[in-house]
């Protein structure tokens, strides 16, 4: 199976985030607050967890799927519910839970790729930093590239035959998760023209349905719930998915869908060889594992006193081991290992940090390909 191929500095670096951390997963223990966490009740008390997108979306599944259960496990057992401040991208609503920095334990942030991205960027719009927040849980996704079968390609090794032909990609923002995607059909050599503007992935998927887009992505629980029934239809072809880390940051296969190549694979099938080490790798490796691997987190102030962190990290770690949840997650969740305690710090690590050369590369390619001033 084929991993990165970042230079030995970079590698070091990323496995000290991630060594035994991932791999331990949110059931591995649970952090020990006993006397740290005495006398703190939030009884009586409501939490309000601020997703900065709006009703309906993922994010907003994500968290109304565990507000139940960080209650539940919670010192005292608050009432946790869900508050949607949309605008911006999700910069409008993180700016203003950073701005009034909330130290009472009962301000939680949800943040995801595209929350990420920015910051990552340098986006003059953002105001959040996210050395102020501690992560208390980190939920990986991931996601499969397909397109219709009127081309003729059966898999990812017939992808040479669409090198001279352009695709058209329905795209919800250059500087959303799809640059994700930007960047790899960039590293490997797809001309794709992106129609920028689209609302949502499920209005990218319908674009694709009605034939306008020839080439579509959607992360791992819109393609097994919609995209999965055009794959047995036959009119849809999975390509590749973007893959997964594993514990020692290396990009392996998607554990949803281990019969598909991730990217570097697909990369290599076609190239016959890996992808150089650079700042074009770096940039895309980068932003993956913002957009992907660490795609959504739930993050607490670090005004809040150490009990109220340690009080959410332990909720959310039993939370996560809680046989009902473990059991309605398919849907939501997907068939990945929620992150948590030092998994979650190792992820959360990865997720906000990036070379300042691929950094760099990816502002100039914003800027010179796409127009975007940051």
Not at 24 to 33: F, I, K, N, R, W
Not at 48 to 68: C, L, M, Q, V, Y
Not at 129 to 151: A, E
């Amino acid at each position: 199976m084929v991993g990165t191929v970042w230079g030995e500095d970079e590698m070091i670096s990323r496995r000290h985030f991630l060594e035994g951390a991932v791999a331990a997963g949110a059931l591995a223990a649970l952090p020990s607050v006993a006397g740290a966490q005495e006398g703190f009740s939030l009884a009586g008390k409501t939490v309000e967890w601020t997703i900065p997108f709006g009703e309906g979306g993922g994010n907003d599944a994500w968290a109304r799927f565990f507000a139940h259960y960080l209650g539940k496990y919670l010192p005292g057992n608050p009432n946790v519910i869900v508050r949607n401040v949309p605008g911006g991208g999700s910069i409008t609503g993180t700016n203003s839970f950073a701005q009034r920095a909330p130290n009472d334990g009962l301000s939680l942030l949800g943040v995801s790729g595209s929350t990420q991205f920015p910051y990552l960027l340098g986006d003059k719009r953002v105001q959040y930093d996210y050395r102020d927040f501690t992560p208390v849980l980190v939920s990986p996704t991931g996601g499969v590239v397909y397109i219709p079968p009127s081309f003729g390609v059966k898999d990812v090794t017939e992808l040479p035959k669409l090198f001279d032909r352009e695709l058209v990609l329905a795209n919800t923002g250059p500087t959303s998760l799809d640059l994700v995607l930007m960047l790899g059909f960039e590293m490997i050599g797809l001309k794709v023209r992106h129609v920028f503007g689209m609302s949502s992935r499920g209005e990218t998927r319908l674009a694709f349905e009605r034939g306008e887009a020839t080439v579509d992505y959607q992360t791992s629980s819109s393609y097994l719930a919609n995209i999965v029934p055009l794959v047995e239809a036959g009119t849809a072809v999975p390509l590749f998915t973007l893959g997964a880390l594993d514990e020692n940051a290396n990009i392996v296969r998607d554990p949803t869908f281990p019969d598909l190549p991730h990217f570097l694979e697909a990369y290599e099938m076609v190239h016959g060889k890996a992808p150089e080490d650079g700042p074009e790798l770096k940039a895309f490796v980068a932003f993956f594992s913002a957009g992907f691997p660490a795609q959504k987190m739930a993050m607490l102030h670090n005004t809040n006193p150490p009990e109220v962190i340690e009080a959410y990290r332990t909720a959310f770690a039993k939370a996560v081991a809680d046989p009902e949840l473990q059991e309605r997650k398919g849907d939501i969740l997907g068939d990945y290992t929620q992150a948590t305690g030092e998994a979650a710090d190792a992820l959360f690590e990865v997720a906000t940090t990036i070379d300042e050369e691929a950094k760099t590369w990816v502002q100039n390619y914003l800027r010179e390909r796409h127009s975007v001033q940051l």
